[in-house]
């Protein structure tokens, strides 16, 4: 198994860097590798099981007086999250300048402002952890630009300088700054690619020592103890002039070579890239089963946003019929809500220009913000909109105003996320209700701070246990629907989907297979009126005579013709027969 995967990496390099330039590069790496402890293959547990729930926080989320915030951060899910979720990503927790951490200055250290190793490994203890591998730019105040800028080797060549005259009009942009920015060095004057920002400075990857470098700051991760690492921006990290310098073969190529290092040394690692981009060119990141174990599910949050706000589940139902499973041993990370706005590229060819247009409109009258990104003839066109995503449910597209349905839909829309095949992921702001930071904005100056904001501990327990908040009964909600689900075999990410078409004002799904003994099927009522649904209509439901709703344990006829759902209810129908639900699930108790 070990010799494959060198040979597979030995192979990769080869292709990036010719036969003859890898070979050196392959020896390093090979004694990088080998100096971290393995384990064979035959040892390890199941990669994913419907346990699997991701928690996405940053390290100082939540602020106690006198007390390291990734201390409190565990003090906080100990006492309100429980065993609800068992995957913490913690966004970059490393010294930065900017972006809130996707600025690294130092990828080896804590912030010492949030704690230090000792308070990750302590995480570690409870919890399975992702970390980022912020791999395509480095922070321009970081030491690997300063010795760049002051010619001292390697790092001298650690960046990709350009005169500043070329045409780079071909290159897909993520945001609105300019490509080249300057840095003043001990050679003068220089031009230095930045895709996101002046302060990120991209890295060269035309560099072998560059990626040895990454694969190094990789494998200290996972002896930290990360089993998901997160690839940030990975789809712009390899550059060519007179092409977009996106998702081009290289980058596939470095992502695949990450893997290999990876399941060389944690067989049952997971890698995951960040990639907002097309739905189709999201799905090209699976490769050909050798590639990123998970990507991220980016249409979904806009689409269960859009179909909420509409009350029309036309284009998610229509999405959802035609996505296919993912490769065998690959997965998706679902989630509706992170660090980062909702994105509206992923959308593009799925919901046509008018209702995204009517969408941004919407979220902007609710006090959101709209990012745009650069084109190639010079136009801006929509990237993400940046809003709290417990604040867009707070009205409707039809409504007057705010209605009394704000956390029944935004309940609905979690569900909606955690039915669908693959690993749900819950920003930590949607388990704890978390409206637009509106002042996070202004102190900061920048649209994305308004779903970033940093809670008083005191103050959020306040909030929480009164037992009287859309805080409270948000986390209690979702805590106890994740307790449940987890119960039955039917959420495995595994376990295939068939989607229904109920209408617009529903979305449903069967997760069922035939390893499977018993099926599940989910209903979500997507308007604030009460429906009707006819489960004698529904193919499937004829198998067995009585079935139980896992969400409140009601139990339902399958003959029963006209079963009612209340307004942005949804339903988790499972079969009940005298020995069926000891094999489905154990009892829940609160």
Same mark, same amino acid.
């Given at each position: 198994?070990?010799?494959?995967?060198?040979?597979? +990496?030995?192979?990769?390099?080869?292709?990036?860097?010719?036969?003859?330039?890898?070979?050196?590069?392959?020896?390093?790496?090979?004694?990088?590798?080998?100096?971290?402890?393995?384990?064979?293959?035959?040892? %390890?547990?199941?990669?994913?099981?419907?346990?699997?729930?991701?928690?996405?926080?940053?390290?100082?989320?939540?602020?106690? #007086?006198?007390?390291?915030?990734?201390?409190?951060?565990?003090?906080? *899910?100990?006492?309100?999250?429980?065993?609800?979720?068992?995957?913490? $990503?913690?966004?970059?927790?490393?010294?930065?300048?900017?972006?809130?951490?996707?600025?690294?200055?130092?990828?080896?250290?804590?912030?010492?402002?949030?704690?230090?190793?000792? $308070?990750?490994?302590?995480?570690?203890?409870?919890?399975?952890?992702?970390?980022?591998?912020?791999?395509?730019?480095?922070?321009?105040?970081?030491?690997?630009?300063?010795?760049?800028?002051?010619?001292?080797?390697?790092?001298?060549?650690?960046?990709?300088?350009?005169?500043?005259?070329?045409?780079?009009?071909?290159?897909?942009?993520?945001?609105?700054?300019?490509?080249?920015?300057?840095?003043? %060095?001990?050679?003068?004057?220089?031009?230095?690619?930045?895709?996101?920002?002046?302060?990120?400075?991209?890295?060269?990857?035309?560099?072998?020592?560059?990626?040895?470098?990454?694969?190094?700051?990789? *494998?200290?991760?996972?002896?930290?103890?990360?089993?998901?690492?997160?690839?940030?921006?990975?789809?712009?990290?390899?550059?060519?002039?007179?092409?977009?310098?996106?998702?081009?073969?290289?980058?596939?190529?470095?992502?695949?070579? *990450?893997?290999?290092?990876?399941?060389?040394?944690?067989?049952?690692?997971?890698?995951?890239?960040?990639?907002?981009?097309?739905?189709? #060119?999201?799905?090209?990141?699976?490769?050909?089963?050798?590639?990123?174990?998970?990507?991220?599910?980016?249409? !979904?949050?806009?689409?269960?946003?859009?179909?909420? $706000?509409?009350?029309?589940?036309?284009?998610?139902?229509?999405?959802?019929?035609?996505?296919?499973?993912?490769?065998?041993?690959?997965?998706?990370?679902?989630?509706?809500?992170?660090?980062?706005?909702?994105?509206?590229?992923?959308?593009?060819?799925?919901?046509?220009?008018?209702?995204?247009?009517?969408?941004?409109?919407?979220?902007?009258?609710?006090?959101?913000?709209?990012?745009?990104?650069? =084109?190639?003839?010079?136009?801006?066109?929509?990237?993400?909109? =940046?809003?709290?995503?417990?604040?867009?449910?707070?009205?409707?597209?039809?409504?007057?105003?705010?209605?009394?349905?704000?956390?029944?839909?935004?309940?609905?829309?979690?569900?909606?996320?955690?039915?669908?095949?693959? +690993?749900?992921?819950?920003?930590?702001?949607?388990?704890?209700?978390?409206?637009?930071?509106?002042?996070?904005?202004?102190?900061?100056?920048?649209?994305?701070?308004?779903?970033?904001?940093?809670?008083?501990?005191?103050?959020?327990?306040?909030?929480?246990?009164?037992?009287?908040?859309?805080?409270? #009964?948000?986390?209690?909600?979702?805590? =106890? +629907?994740?307790?449940?689900?987890?119960?039955?075999?039917?959420?495995?990410?595994?376990?295939?989907?068939?989607? *229904?078409?109920?209408?617009?004002?529903?979305?449903?799904?069967?997760?069922?297979?035939?390893?499977?003994?018993?099926?599940?099927?989910?209903?979500?009522? !997507?308007?604030?009126?009460?429906?009707?649904? =006819?489960?004698?209509? +529904?193919?499937?439901?004829?198998?067995?005579?009585?079935?139980?709703? !896992?969400?409140?344990?009601?139990?339902?006829?399958?003959?029963?013709?006209?079963?009612? !759902?209340?307004?942005?209810?949804?339903?988790?129908?499972?079969?009940?027969?005298?020995?069926?639900?000891?094999?489905?699930?154990?009892?829940?108790?609160?």
């Amino acid at each position: 198994m070990r010799e494959k995967i060198l040979n597979s +990496i030995q192979d990769r390099l080869a292709y990036l860097y010719g036969e003859e330039g890898s070979k050196d590069v392959f020896v390093k790496m090979k004694s990088l590798m080998e100096a971290y402890p393995g384990r064979s293959a035959d040892d %390890t547990p199941p990669r994913w099981t419907q346990d699997d729930v991701v928690l996405i926080t940053y390290g100082d989320s939540i602020l106690e #007086e006198g007390v390291p915030p990734l201390q409190t951060l565990q003090t906080f *899910l100990k006492t309100y999250i429980k065993n609800a979720i068992n995957n913490v $990503h913690i966004l970059p927790f490393f010294p930065y300048s900017s972006d809130d951490g996707f600025s690294v200055i130092d990828y080896t250290m804590v912030n010492p402002d949030l704690g230090d190793w000792s $308070h990750v490994e302590e995480l570690e203890k409870e919890y399975d952890l992702m970390f980022d591998l912020v791999i395509n730019h480095i922070s321009r105040e970081s030491l690997w630009f300063t010795d760049y800028k002051a010619n001292n080797p390697p790092y001298n060549e650690f960046f990709i300088e350009m005169e500043g005259t070329e045409d780079v009009s071909q290159v897909t942009r993520p945001r609105n700054t300019p490509l080249l920015v300057p840095a003043y %060095t001990h050679r003068g004057r220089k031009m230095v690619w930045a895709t996101f920002s002046a302060d990120q400075i991209d890295l060269n990857f035309k560099n072998p020592e560059v990626l040895l470098k990454m694969v190094d700051i990789l *494998l200290l991760y996972m002896m930290k103890g990360a089993r998901i690492i997160r690839l940030d921006a990975i789809a712009f990290l390899w550059k060519e002039l007179g092409t977009n310098c996106i998702h081009l073969p290289q980058t596939h190529e470095v992502v695949k070579l *990450l893997r290999d290092v990876m399941t060389f040394i944690k067989p049952q690692a997971i890698l995951l890239t960040e990639t907002n981009v097309p739905h189709h #060119e999201n799905l090209s990141y699976f490769g050909d089963q050798d590639e990123a174990h998970m990507v991220y599910q980016f249409a !979904l949050a806009p689409l269960v946003l859009h179909a909420l $706000h509409r009350g029309d589940g036309s284009y998610l139902t229509d999405w959802a019929m035609e996505l296919g499973p993912p490769p065998e041993g690959c997965t998706f990370l679902n989630f509706t809500a992170s660090h980062d706005g909702i994105g509206v590229r992923p959308i593009e060819g799925i919901l046509p220009k008018r209702e995204v247009d009517d969408l941004i409109t919407s979220m902007h009258r609710l006090g959101g913000f709209l990012t745009t990104k650069s =084109n190639p003839d010079g136009s801006e066109s929509p990237y993400e909109i =940046n809003i709290a995503l417990f604040s867009a449910f707070r009205e409707t597209y039809h409504s007057n105003g705010p209605d009394q349905w704000q956390v029944d839909r935004f309940i609905c829309s979690q569900n909606i996320m955690m039915t669908l095949q693959g +690993i749900p992921a819950f920003y930590i702001h949607s388990l704890i209700a978390t409206p637009s930071d509106r002042d996070g904005v202004e102190k900061t100056g920048r649209t994305r701070s308004i779903n970033r904001r940093r809670w008083d501990y005191e103050y959020l327990k306040a909030l929480i246990e009164s037992g009287r908040t859309s805080n409270a #009964e948000v986390i209690k909600r979702l805590t =106890n +629907i994740l307790q449940r689900r987890k119960r039955h075999k039917a959420f495995h990410p595994d376990t295939p989907q068939k989607v *229904l078409n109920l209408g617009s004002d529903f979305f449903a799904l069967w997760r069922d297979s035939e390893e499977l003994r018993f099926p599940l099927l989910a209903i979500h009522n !997507l308007t604030s009126d009460i429906k009707m649904v =006819n489960l004698a209509e +529904i193919e499937g439901m004829e198998r067995f005579s009585y079935w139980t709703n !896992l969400l409140d344990n009601s139990g339902v006829a399958a003959a029963e013709t006209n079963y009612v !759902l209340q307004p942005y209810q949804s339903v988790w129908l499972m079969p009940e027969t005298v020995d069926d639900v000891s094999a489905l699930w154990a009892p829940f108790t609160d």
